[in-house]
């Protein structure tokens, strides 16, 4: 099962009812999780990893419903499948990444002050803010759009007392006019501390 610092897109509880057909089968359950990479289902039925299979939902009642191909990942026993999207529209991923990030906000008990963000890249230098941020990686808040897949380097201070830290990063998904999710390729051990310690003073 993937660990939530290497999950490429952020994701939350959902109850959202799903019609899967895999082959010639056509089945209804149970999302009780939702991401811009996948589903996990709720069902007690096991199903081998790497099946195919189409899945037809509404993320919520104000959105349209998404059809996408998707395949199996990953089997828990008694409590239901981890499924990856395989085929969907960008849109479709987009609409669904935008419902993760309301509802992480909606939330989030304690609110954190944005961390001032500078982003560099290939196209210049520009200034964001980030509220979510884990040794996995942050989400920053930019009005322009930056390509999945760029490198860039990010500077930012975490109002610790210690210096700024800057650090390598990737983009992992893009909202249009929200932010990028981005991914640290390279922290070291003292970087990592410091920001295990300010989520968990965040959560504390």
């Known amino acids: 099962m993937e660990q939530d610092h290497h999950r490429k897109?952020?994701?939350?509880?959902?109850?959202?009812?799903?019609?899967?057909?895999?082959?010639?089968e056509n089945?209804?359950?149970?999302?009780?999780?939702?991401?811009?990479?996948?589903?996990?289902?709720?069902t007690a039925q096991a199903v081998e990893v790497g099946t195919e299979m189409?899945?037809?939902?509404?993320?919520?009642?104000h959105l349209p419903v998404i059809e996408a191909r998707a395949r199996v990942c990953y089997h828990v026993p008694e409590e239901g499948?981890?499924?990856?999207?395989?085929?969907?529209?960008?849109?479709?991923?987009?609409?669904?990444l935008r419902l993760v990030h309301r509802r992480?906000?909606?939330?989030?008990?304690h609110p954190r002050a944005p961390l001032a963000t500078q982003v560099e890249y290939p196209e210049g230098t520009m200034i964001g803010f980030s509220k979510d941020i884990s040794v996995g990686?942050?989400?920053?808040?930019?009005?322009?759009?930056i390509p999945v897949g760029t490198r860039l380097q990010v500077l930012f201070h975490l109002e610790d007392g210690g210096d700024a830290l800057k650090t390598e990063a990737e983009?992992?998904?893009?909202?249009?006019?929200?932010?990028?999710?981005v991914r640290f390729r390279h922290l070291d051990p003292a970087a990592r501390e410091r920001i295990e310690a300010y989520v968990a003073k965040a959560h504390s």
């Open 104 to 109: 992480m906000e909606d939330k989030r008990l």
């Open 27 to 42: 089945k209804k359950t149970k999302a009780t999780v939702i991401g811009g990479g996948g589903l996990f289902l709720g």
């Open 171 to 181: 983009v992992m998904y893009s909202i249009l006019k929200l932010g990028v999710g």
């Open 81 to 96: 499948l981890g499924i990856e999207f395989t085929k969907i529209d960008p849109k479709h991923r987009e609409m669904i």
């Open 137 to 145: 990686g942050m989400f920053i808040e930019l009005t322009t759009s």
């Open 54 to 61: 189409t899945v037809r939902f509404r993320p919520a009642k």
């Open 9 to 24: 897109y952020p994701r939350v509880s959902a109850d959202i009812s799903v019609e899967i057909t895999s082959g010639v």
